[in-house]
T-cell receptor
């Protein structure tokens, strides 16, 4: 059984559209994260939620909005997509420092 | 300002030999260090970690060494196997918030 799952795995969309990426973890962890892996392959933290509450919100455009309906889910909504949003987005969860990652969602904005 | 640095973008090692991946950090508040392995089209997977109270942690073929005075850690893989070919990320955290700060990764290629 997959510990951290993301859907979809691939997402191709046009500029200006609104899209969502879903994430679910079945590890019982309290903390979930969204990362962006950019073209230089750096992993950059975007958001972190602990028990459905936002605890880290790095400098990302407010077109990106995380939503956590419960502590097992953390979805990422992106409005008015731009070319520069093309990247791989990873969801992760943790109880302490060790984070467990989903398979990633490759977003391509055309 | 990169707080965690992996200065080698890639490393090529013969199968059966030792692979040594290096990582340097600048923040003396870091007290927990982790190595992750990443295959293409997959998420990073946790490999091994070390607390700042130790200088060595071993798990099978993988050993992590920590030199706090030099703010340096290394991951040793011996013997290297073809399945070890992947990108390896070093990450660090402080107990105060558990947020991971990541290096840029080193691509390890194991040659047959």
């Amino acid at each position: 059984d997959t510990a951290v799952s993301q859907t979809p795995k691939y997402l191709v969309t046009q500029m200006g559209n609104d899209k969502s990426i879903k994430c679910e973890q079945n590890l019982g962890h309290d903390t979930m994260y969204w990362y962006k892996q950019d073209s230089k392959k750096f992993l950059k933290i975007m958001f972190s939620y602990n028990n459905k509450e936002l605890i880290i919100n790095e400098t990302v455009p407010n077109r990106f909005s995380p939503k956590s309906p419960d502590k097992a889910h953390l979805n990422l909504h992106i409005n008015s997509l731009e070319l520069g949003d093309s990247a791989v987005y990873f969801c992760a969860s943790s109880q302490l420092s060790e984070q467990y990652f989903g398979p990633g969602t490759r977003l391509t904005v055309t | 300002d990169q707080q965690v640095k992996q200065n080698s973008p890639s490393l090529s090692v013969q199968e059966g030999r030792i692979s040594i991946l290096n990582c340097d950090y600048t923040n003396s508040m870091f007290d927990y260090f982790l190595w992750y392995k990443k295959y293409p089209a997959e998420g990073p997977t946790f490999l091994i970690s070390i607390s700042s109270i130790k200088d060595k942690n071993e798990d099978g073929r993988f050993t992590v060494f920590l030199n706090k005075s030099a703010k340096h850690l290394s991951l040793h893989i011996v013997p290297s196997q073809p399945g070890d070919s992947a990108v390896y990320f070093c990450a660090a955290s402080a107990k105060s918030n558990y947020q991971l700060i990541w290096g840029a990764g080193t691509k390890l290629i194991i040659k047959p």
